[in-house]
């Protein structure tokens, strides 16, 4: 076993840096920037500023509603940022903006985003921020769905979320992110702890048998058959084993979860 593992080093440019304990001093984020196993610095635009008022945005040219976050203060920031991984040893970050125009964050990008070295992340608020400091600073866009959020801040914390607990050695073996859902491509199966009755309710009966092949076979098939009900759109991206098409076809109809 290595006795440590080369941190993620994650800069975030924000007007909102508070925001960020949710995910820096809570969970196994948390724990995960407590070891050391990833680090996040956050810099804020207002703080490079260099008028009195310390003005981060201005209005649109060409009109329209709302504010566009001027690009000198991001570049100061940005700037900073880099220099900041440079001196830990990321030679060239990779620069994502949270953007709803992105590409919708998914398990295959978090896992990339996971392998690179350094991450700077901009979060943006407004309407937006000068296409001149993207074209010039961004490498790549992200979303994190199709709904209308009031700033790139919450979109930043799934995208670290998701990505941290990817990171060697911060999930324990209990919980391996090998066996998280959408890993196999398949919804999560049902989970039941005490009582053994709740409000008339029983635990399904194969969970208190005790034999494990039949309780791992149960969990495939509940797996597979909510997957089918909630989410066909997973299994016609997925092939299916002999053993997943005889699991299903076991039950066509009855004995369906909720
Ligand atoms: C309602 C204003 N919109 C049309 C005029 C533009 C717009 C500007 C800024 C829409 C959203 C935002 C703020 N959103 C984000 O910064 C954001 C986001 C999102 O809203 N949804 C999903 N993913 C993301 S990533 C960043």
């Given at each position: 076993m290595p006795l440590h593992i080369d941190p993620l080093h994650i800069d975030v440019v924000t007007?909102?840096?508070?925001?960020f304990a949710a995910i820096s001093e809570c969970g196994i984020s948390g724990r995960a920037f407590a070891r050391g196993q990833a680090e996040l610095q956050l810099w804020n635009p207002r703080d490079f500023t260099t008028d009195n008022h310390r003005t981060a945005d201005d209005r649109p040219y060409g009109g329209g509603p709302g504010m566009v976050m001027l690009a000198e203060p991001l570049a100061a920031a940005l700037g900073a940022a880099r220099a900041r991984q440079q001196g830990v040893g990321v030679i060239a970050p990779h620069r994502v903006y949270l953007s709803p125009q992105g590409r919708t964050l998914d398990h295959a990008l978090v896992m990339e985003l996971a392998a690179r070295p350094g991450l700077i992340l901009l979060a943006g608020r407004y309407e937006g921020v000068d296409q001149r400091l993207l074209d010039e600073q961004i490498d790549e866009y992200i979303s994190i769905g199709d709904y209308v959020l009031s700033g790139g801040e919450l979109a930043a914390m799934v995208v670290i979320d998701a990505v941290v607990r990817q990171l060697p050695g911060v999930l324990g073996d209990a919980d391996?992110?090998?066996?998280?859902?959408?890993?196999?491509?398949l919804l999560d199966y049902p989970h039941y702890t005490r009582p053994e009755v709740y409000r008339g309710v029983s635990v399904p009966a194969v969970l208190m048998g005790g034999n494990h092949a039949l309780i791992q076979r149960w969990r495939l098939q509940q797996s597979l058959l909510l997957t089918r009900r909630y989410r066909p759109d997973l299994l016609a991206r997925r092939s299916m084993s002999a053993a997943e098409i005889s699991l299903l076809a076991e039950c066509r109809q009855d004995d369906q979860p909720d």
């Open positions: 007007l909102f840096p508070q925001m391996s992110a090998q066996q998280d859902s959408f890993v196999n491509g």
